[in-house]
């Protein structure tokens, strides 16, 4: 059973920034493409961030392009989020995962086990 723990949410105002962390307990979390996840109140949960199991390929949905940037530490097995320019359309719970790669992510084929996840709230 994999377990993924995310941290790093909190409330900011627009234009703020936070970092969100992943915490994988997985031994094989470097075999896996890894991706961020959100699900804002009353929608569906989406893929915004992807990064390939060595790191070297990257997604990032519309909305994010430009203030996010994803990163991962194989050697700690944790993936970061990044988040600069917050906008109150960032507000949501953020989730991590992890597929085969970011196209599997992107049709949300991940792993059944999804964490907490970590609310990001962000204020005009």
């Known amino acids: 059973q994999v377990q993924l723990v995310e941290s790093g949410g909190g409330s900011v105002e627009a234009g703020g920034s936070l970092r969100l962390s992943c915490a994988a307990s997985?031994?094989?979390?470097?075999?896996?493409?890894m991706g961020w996840f959100r699900q804002p109140p009353g929608k569906e949960r989406e893929l915004i961030a992807g990064?390939?199991?060595?790191?070297?390929?990257?997604f990032y949905a519309d909305s994010v392009k430009g203030r996010f940037t994803i990163s991962r530490d194989n050697a700690k097995k944790t993936m970061y989020l990044q988040m600069n320019s917050l906008k109150p359309g960032d507000t949501a719970v953020y989730f991590c995962?992890?597929?085969?790669?970011?196209?599997?992510?992107?049709?949300?084929?991940?792993?059944?086990?999804w964490g907490q996840g970590t609310q990001v709230t962000v204020s005009s």
């Open positions: 997985e031994r094989a979390f470097s075999l896996y493409a």
């Open positions: 990064i390939s199991s060595s790191g070297g390929s990257t």
């Open positions: 995962n992890r597929g085969n790669t970011i196209t599997a992510m992107q049709a949300l084929r991940v792993n059944n086990d």
